[in-house]
């Protein structure tokens, strides 16, 4: 109980996303390596101290409020009532374009609190590549191993942005996610195909971590969100709470990144698509829409059973 009140310090200095911007605290470009990107808050720990950063990390407004707690639980009611209508768990079916099974996910993915973070990392032109739910039941055994996502997206340059959203709080007990700080700046990791039954990622893909000492767990209220770099390791333990933890992730990216693998399609949520490097994405109409649904397939499928190399050994 100490440790997590000390975690909960505040800074001497409330956090200031334009201020911190303007004075070069957060990345002013697409120059990644120019600062410690973890979190939507793009900040230096050293100048609140570790405990009151890990505060920050998680609760801090830098980090953003897209929906009130209310409107998040009504989040997770619609997905209660997505698998009730096709007889099986969210996890088997909402991932890598899980936004084109019901309109009201384009909606959350057009988030200003979301784009108005991402504007500040990454431009003003925006494209949504994908989205995955991540829900992990009461006394779940399903985690995710540390990865990074860049292992298998197919981009270049690796510029994409994941907005983690909480539909329901997160934390330590029940699986939240973890981050290793500092991970973005390294190069591509070998990843390990495991095809663990109770790993949440499609191919149990693994980095082999030593010294996790270093990790943050991002806990988030309803409605909060994060964002972590494609190449930032990160994953998140087992739920030992009775409760449901469920989040969903948004994959963003500037509209100057490609695919490396072929010609793929995704939206424009912000500015103007001036590279034409993606197709459309055909938005749902109306729930399970039978065309964005059957699109939404074919990219899992793809995803989850195709020949992909790793992004380390292209």
């Not at 991932?95 to 384009?106: F, Q, R, S």
């Not at 933890?245 to 399609?265: D, E, Q, W």
């Amino acid at each position: 109980m100490a440790e997590q009140e000390q975690n909960r310090t505040e800074p001497a200095t409330p956090f200031r996303w334009e201020e911190a911007r303007k004075q070069g605290q957060v990345a002013k470009s697409l120059d990644f390596n120019s600062a410690v990107l973890v979190l939507a808050m793009i900040s230096v720990p050293a100048l609140y101290g570790r405990s009151a950063w890990r505060r920050l990390a998680a609760r801090d407004a830098a980090l953003g409020l897209m929906v009130d707690p209310a409107a998040a639980a009504a989040c997770a009611g619609r997905i209660a009532s997505y698998e009730a209508k096709v007889g099986e768990s969210a996890n088997r079916s909402l991932k890598i374009k899980g936004h084109l099974a019901m309109p009201w996910l384009v909606e959350l993915a057009r988030s200003p609190a979301i784009l108005d973070r991402l504007e500040d990392l990454i431009g003003p032109d925006i494209m949504l590549f994908g989205a995955s739910i991540f829900s992990k039941g009461g006394k779940d055994r399903a985690y995710v191993s540390w990865h990074q996502d860049s292992a298998y997206f197919g981009l270049d340059p690796h510029e994409e942005i994941t907005a983690w959203v909480a539909f329901t709080k997160t934390t330590a007990e029940n699986g939240a996610l973890q981050v290793l700080p500092g991970t973005h700046r390294g190069p591509d990791l070998v990843h390990e195909e495991t095809f663990a039954p109770d790993n949440m990622l499609a191919r149990g893909q693994s980095l082999h971590i030593a010294d996790e000492s270093s990790a943050v767990t991002i806990a988030l209220e309803p409605g909060e969100f994060s964002l972590h770099h494609e190449r930032t390791a990160h994953g998140s333990k087992q739920n030992r709470t009775a409760a449901p933890r469920i989040g969903f992730a948004f994959f963003y990216l500037p509209t100057h990144v490609r695919s490396t693998t072929g010609r793929r399609s995704a939206t424009l949520v912000r500015g103007v698509d001036r590279y034409h490097h993606w197709d459309p994405d055909p938005l749902p109409r109306f729930d399970l829409d039978p065309v964005a649904y059957g699109a939404l397939r074919a990219a899992w499928g793809q995803y989850r059973d195709g020949e992909v190399k790793q992004a380390a050994e292209a």
